[in-house]
């Protein structure tokens, strides 16, 4: 029961760090799928 309440307990403290990764994860990914759509505008051009 104890080791539930451990592991209970480290979920919780991790789970933050765990959202703002993904956030900052999606972050970079939308910017560079909007890098790559502005090279591809870019090159249309050439």
Do not use: C, E
């Amino acid at each position: 029961m104890s080791a539930v309440s451990l592991i209970v307990d480290a979920v919780i403290f991790i789970a933050p760090f765990i959202n703002f990764m993904i956030t900052i994860y999606h972050y970079f990914n939308i910017k560079s799928i909007a890098i790559i759509k502005l090279m591809i505008f870019l090159l249309d051009f050439i």
